[in-house]
């Protein structure tokens, strides 16, 4: 453990929102898996490209559009380094939500056919359920679904049994939203890759959390969101493997994605740009290439080694705690701790925790499906993020001792 | 047992104005939540056979049930609600302070977002908590809009 190397005050000072108080209290935010905060770099970032720089890309008609266009496409291969791909095949989106509707329409609705399975689990976003849903509905295809361990691990033997030539699309959490349960992608990715399936991992739990390589996963498709990663809301990225992007129909048609245009028809512009209609989120991918910028420059093996450390307090103190039951207990999580007091509902504990000035998420975490399979209304979740300190894991429970006199 | 909603005299024995002034006594968060849970645990709850899907307010993290009995003769109407968590519904034994055993007309013109804001409880009714208790007053002001018409 590393952990001790890591200066979280000066850290902590980087992220100007979480020196606040909230209901009167010190903020403790553990909402980190719905968004993270942003460090000064970013919000610099964002700034400077208003203040500076704002400009139309692609247009190279004067000065500032070239520097704004060379900011936005430096963004590009920041990503593209981040991921271990190539320019051509990262691209911009809304979000992971945006980048899975893609590859849904541009290739599940293109070549499903009747008969198809989509192969998914159970414990998927309701962003990496619906799209694929409507698709096989729309194609008269089937939805099959990865069920769960006693831990709320995958079932691995159940996921080779409905692994079959009929799979024609896989599509997996890298890490659950809800349980924080890290899933073996890649070696899951290569199974069904040996059956012909085409691939996609959802990476917006994954990504703030550990170095992603998409060579490495062999995985033909990986989505995540900035804001998830230290950057600005509404700025997403899809990797898409070069010859499948080729393949593919354009996702959305006007400006920018087009090569020619007459009334009669249109030709298609080259990658990335096919899928790039209209002026893009060009602040959002300054704002996020700033994040990765700026994570890159941590340590980020002493990051990882301090929200394990984070999450193993929390468990620790969880087991200890009467009346406590921790949602999803498989061996390899990311820092996310899931649970549920005896005799409080989540929506009451959260009410209570923010009171105290704790930010907890609570609900069914956008996994209805999961929680009816766990045959529960939702969850309290605490999800821990690099800034947060051993400190506030303690104040997380001192808070919900409180709770637990008025349940 | 039947359940009998005219059993519930909130909105008669304890009314809005009593609710407001206890509320006004108590300065801490502590007391408040706990006063609120506390009304939410003395009111009865709807049995089970009738937490059905027309009662249903869909909330998007707790749950809400509306269960509506209109008196022509006395053009009263009774009301009854029940939660999945406690403080949503501590916080509809409020609303039910307001306006259980009302007429249409008075359901209809009561000013509750002006209730809430005085008791310092407004945020529990705004739309971006999704609590099912702004869903459950609107849909007791249609169903008095509708009586009143």
Known sequence: MTAKALDINALRAQFPILDQQVNGKPLVYLDNGATTQKPMAVLDALQNYYRGVNSNVHRGAHYLSDEATGQFEGARQTVADFLNASREEILWTKGTTESINIVAQCVAREQLQPGDEVLISTSEHHANIVPWQQACLAKGATLKVIPLRDDCSLDMEAFDQLLSEKTKIFAIGHASNALGTLNPVKEMVARAKAMGAITLVDGAQAVAHFPVDVQDLGVDFYAFSGHKLFGPTGIGVLYGRRDLLEAMPPYQTGGEMIEVVTFEKSTWNQLPYKFEAGTPNIAGAIGLAAAITWLNNQDRAALEAHENALLAHATEQAQAFDGLKIIGTAASKVSVLSFLLDGGHPADVGMLLDKQGVAVRTGHHCTMPLMDTLGIPGTVRASFSIYNTLDEVDRLFQALQKVKTFL | ?149
């Open chain 2, 1 to 149: 047992m039947q359940f009998d909603i005219r059993s519930i005299k909130l909105g008669q024995d304890v009314t809005a104005g009593d609710i407001a002034e206890d509320l006004e006594f108590l300065d801490d968060w502590e007391e408040r939540y706990r006063y609120i849970i506390d009304l939410g645990k003395q009111l009865p709850g709807l049995p089970d056979e009738l937490k059905t899907e027309d009662r249903f307010v869909r909330g998007c993290q707790s749950q809400v049930w509306l269960e509506t009995d209109y008196d022509a003769d006395a053009n009263t109407l009774y009301l009854a609600v029940d939660s999945d968590a406690l403080i949503v519904k501590g916080l509809a034994a409020i609303v039910l302070s307001a306006l259980n055993q009302q007429s249409p007309q008075a359901i209809h013109d009561y000013d509750m977002d002006g209730f809430f804001e005085r008791i310092d409880l407004l945020s529990h009714l705004s739309p971006t908590r999704g609590n099912g208790l702004r869903a459950m007053v609107a849909k007791i002001k249609h169903q008095a809009e509708q009586l009143v018409a």
